[in-house]
């Protein structure tokens, strides 16, 4: 198994918009520990990436910081998600 240290706050984020999030193994502050083989990350990344690429005037908004949080989020995950890939 391998862990990946992702912000907790688009986890929370997503789940509030009811979207499915991986199991989150532990929580240490403001960091989730999750499983980088769980069923649900792909889809999760994908809508991270969707709110990465939102572009937004308003820096007060829920978009904005699901913005900040999913640009976050991506660059957190996709490098594990392609050393995945490639040991496949």
Same mark, same amino acid.
């Given at each position: 198994?391998?862990?990946? &240290?992702?912000n907790?706050?688009?986890?929370?984020? /997503? /789940?509030?918009?009811?979207?499915?999030?991986p199991?989150?193994?532990?929580?240490?502050? $403001?960091?989730?520990?999750?499983?980088?083989?769980? &069923?649900?990350?792909?889809?999760?990344?994908?809508?991270?990436?969707?709110?990465?690429?939102?572009?937004?005037?308003?820096?007060?908004?829920? =978009?904005?910081?699901?913005?900040v949080?999913? $640009?976050?989020?991506c660059?957190?995950? =996709?490098?594990?998600?392609? =050393? $995945?890939? &490639?040991?496949?």
């Amino acid at each position: 198994m391998k862990v990946l &240290k992702v912000n907790l706050l688009f986890l929370a984020m /997503a /789940a509030d918009r009811d979207h499915e999030i991986p199991s989150i193994i532990k929580v240490d502050g $403001k960091w989730a520990f999750i499983d980088r083989d769980d &069923k649900d990350l792909p889809q999760l990344l994908e809508y991270a990436g969707y709110f990465a690429e939102l572009i937004t005037v308003d820096v007060d908004s829920y =978009e904005f910081n699901m913005h900040v949080e999913g $640009k976050r989020f991506c660059q957190l995950v =996709e490098p594990a998600m392609i =050393e $995945k890939y &490639k040991e496949e």
